[in-house]
């Protein structure tokens, strides 16, 4: 069972242009929702996060806009740069029971184009 | 910033070997975590582990694989007998608490299973 959809699988931008990531989760207990950001070789980065007691959070440029009757929540990058090409993982998980193990969208390769 | 560290980078072993993963979580932490992500897929949970017990595991976290934390720092997952499948990046994470405190990441291990 796939826990935590996310598209689009790839992504190209133009610098200076917004960069939007979409993901939708089924299971209803889930109630933390990290991006992870990953270049290659290295272990995913903690980006931005929400609770689900907010429709959106804002650091920087990176905003977290959230949908709790739709199940979904996404990635909104503003003026995107060449050093944000990374993959971007979504993810969910249970953050008030113990384990809190994550459970990650397949992944956005963004590409910014200079 | 303190950071998680694994080792070795990449790791080559044989079908049928046994082979040891090593990590170093943050020094405060509480919660610790495997993951793995195959060639080109999502990130995958594998394992939790929290006051010297598994907390919770997956279905790939079968019979063949096992946790310890042999001393106060260090956190290792062992694959009792490797098969191709194993192949794949495998990451630890360490977590301070509860209540959706991040996961940090190290840099994964590259395990080559020939």
């Known amino acids: 069972q796939q826990q935590v959809k996310q598209s689009p699988q790839s992504l190209i931008v133009q610098k200076g242009g917004i960069s939007i990531i979409n993901c939708a989760y089924e299971?209803?207990?889930?109630?933390?929702f990290p991006w992870y950001q990953q270049f290659p070789g290295k272990g995913p980065a903690l980006l931005i996060a929400i609770r689900p007691d907010v429709s959106e959070k804002k650091e920087g440029r990176f905003t977290i806009s959230f949908n709790k009757s739709a199940k979904q929540f996404s990635l909104h990058i503003m003026d995107s740069q060449p050093g944000d090409s990374a993959t971007y993982f979504c993810?969910?998980?249970?953050?008030?029971?113990?384990?809190?193990?994550?459970?990650f969208g397949t992944g956005t390769r963004l590409t910014v184009i200079p | 910033e303190p950071e998680v560290t694994q080792t070795p980078s990449h790791q080559v072993t044989q079908m049928g070997q046994e082979v040891i993963l090593r990590c170093v979580p943050i020094?405060?932490?509480?919660?610790f975590y495997w993951y793995r992500q195959i060639l080109g897929q999502k990130v995958e949970f594998l394992v939790s582990?929290?006051?010297?017990?598994?907390?919770?595991k997956s279905e790939i976290f079968d019979d063949q694989f096992s946790v310890e934390r042999p001393d106060g720092s260090n956190f290792t997952l062992k694959i009792r007998s490797t098969k191709l499948e194993d192949s794949a990046m495998y990451f630890c994470?360490?977590?301070?608490?509860?209540?959706?405190?991040?996961?940090?990441f190290g840099d994964g291990t590259r395990l080559s299973i020939l």
């Open positions: 994470a360490s977590r301070a608490g509860t209540g959706g405190k991040p996961q940090h």
């Open positions: 993810a969910a998980s249970r953050a008030q029971t113990g384990a809190n193990n994550l459970f």
């Open positions: 582990f929290y006051n010297n017990e598994i907390s919770e």
């Open positions: 299971n209803t207990a889930f109630d933390y």
């Open positions: 020094s405060n932490h509480l919660y």
